[in-house]
């Protein structure tokens, strides 16, 4: 089992590629299986997460190459099994993204009902919702859930919650559904307006993608493209908050400046630099950041995914700041590992009220999911001495060369 060694580092400089974003690929990678006919995509991170997806659809009859140049080649023309098993599922829930394709495309859908996780209970009730609402019978038994319908008919769905995935996945159900589906108080993330995209690129009719109100209008069949995902916005806010917590002056390269808003202006309020320049965005921390106040929302509220990143670097900052996360019911698993880094931090309900410190000091911590293991190796350079963390098979899921990356700006980061 391998782990990362991060060591107390110099304020990083220096040029940083964002890569493309692990969750917009992931749909687009599903919803290949819509296509009879090969599509390229381009700019993909080889990551863990992508590798499952990439096995299930294999699972399914679906062929895929990997070309060079961070391309990937997906062709669904012969897919003959509607099943993903527990295996692939287990390994990560994302996989039940194939559910809505599938059942589009076959008619039916077998998929192994994907358990609790590290940060919270995460049903799929709205995924199943939307695809009842366009016809399709439910069942369940043996630890799956099998969906069915001859042919899917468009209708209005009304999300209870902007969930991302049941919105990814009721849209590419609605792809190929006869007639019109409206998705109601749809989540705006770019990766859905990433998606709409893809499936208009491929022939279909998605409008309104990135408000609240998606409308799809099926077409009988979806055909081949090629498509460069999107930047990664999560990746990108992970080395602006690296820059931040080392004082460092860094160059994040390949952003979409106006997915980043919200991170642009807590890291502004807290004292940083960031301004536009013409290969992406500079971040310049002159000092010690101060406290700002955080509430993870969805879209284009602040991202629970650069909750944890924030709370490191609010551990170091002057004063106090209270984060309150609204999006998941149990995203505070990283606090106890930064309190062995020495921060100050107490939670009460979904509020964390940290108190900045310092400095932090290194410590044997454990990744307890993606995000949380990216905020160790933030607390990490800006630690006093040694942090070893284990469990990185988390942080492997989502970040690309991640100690390559860090080494390349100056950041003790190595894996042993
Ligand atoms: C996606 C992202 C994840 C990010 C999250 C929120 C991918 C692969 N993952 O996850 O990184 O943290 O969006 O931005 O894109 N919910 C329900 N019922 C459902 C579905 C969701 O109650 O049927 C709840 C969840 O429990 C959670 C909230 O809705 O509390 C948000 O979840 P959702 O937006 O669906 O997140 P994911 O698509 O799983």
């Known amino acids: ?79 003959d099994n509607y099943e993903a098993p527990y295996e692939l599922v287990r390994r990560m829930r994302a996989s039940f993204l194939v559910l809505g394709p599938l059942l589009a495309r076959m008619g039916k859908a077998r998929i192994s009902f994907p358990g609790g996780c590290a940060i919270g209970t995460r049903p799929i009730d709205l995924h199943l919702k939307g695809f009842s609402a366009l016809g399709a019978e439910i069942t369940m038994g043996h630890g799956y859930i099998e969906a069915s319908a001859k042919k899917l008919k468009g209708d209005r769905v009304y999300l209870d919650f902007p969930s991302v995935g049941a919105t990814e996945n009721i849209m590419m159900a609605a792809a190929l559904a006869e007639g019109r589906t409206v998705i109601e108080n749809a989540a705006e993330e770019p990766e859905i307006v990433d998606l709409a995209t893809f499936i208009n690129k491929m022939g279909g009719c998605v409008k309104g993608a990135g408000t609240d109100t998606v409308k799809i209008d099926g077409v009988k069949e979806l055909k081949g493209c090629t498509h460069t995902v999107i930047p990664d916005r999560v990746e990108a806010g992970t080395y602006m908050v690296a820059a931040a917590i080392t004082r460092g002056d860094i160059i994040v390269e390949n952003v979409v400046i106006n997915h980043l808003m919200s991170v642009i202006a807590k890291l502004k309020e807290a004292g940083v630099i960031i301004q536009e320049v013409e290969n992406g965005l500079r971040v310049y921390a002159p000092e010690r950041v101060k406290a700002v106040d955080i509430k993870t929302l969805p879209y284009a509220g602040f991202p629970t995914d650069m909750q944890a990143q924030m709370m490191a670097l609010m551990s170091v900052a002057r004063g106090t700041s209270v984060i309150i996360e609204t999006v998941f019911d149990n995203r505070f698993m990283h606090v106890n590992e930064l309190r062995r880094m020495g921060a100050n931090i107490k939670i009460d309900g979904r509020s964390a009220v940290v108190q900045g410190i310092p400095e932090l000091t290194g410590a044997p911590v454990k990744a307890t999911d993606l995000r949380a293991g990216a905020a160790l190796i933030l607390a990490g350079l800006a630690a006093r001495g040694r942090t070893e963390i284990t469990d990185v098979y988390h942080i492997d899921r989502g970040y690309t060369d991640i100690e390559k990356k860090f080494q390349s700006l100056g950041g003790k980061v190595y894996r042993i």
Do not use: H, W, Y
């Open 1 to 79: 089992m391998s782990k990362i060694v991060v060591e107390s580092s110099p304020p990083l400089r220096g040029t940083v590629r964002i890569s493309g974003a692990k969750n917009a690929v992931l749909p687009v990678i599903a919803a290949s299986l819509l296509s009879g006919q090969k599509c390229i995509l381009e700019d993909i991170p080889f990551l863990n997460d992508v590798e499952v997806m990439s096995e299930v659809l294999v699972s399914l009859g679906a062929d895929i190459k990997k070309l060079s140049n961070m391309r990937m080649e997906v062709n669904s023309r012969n897919i």
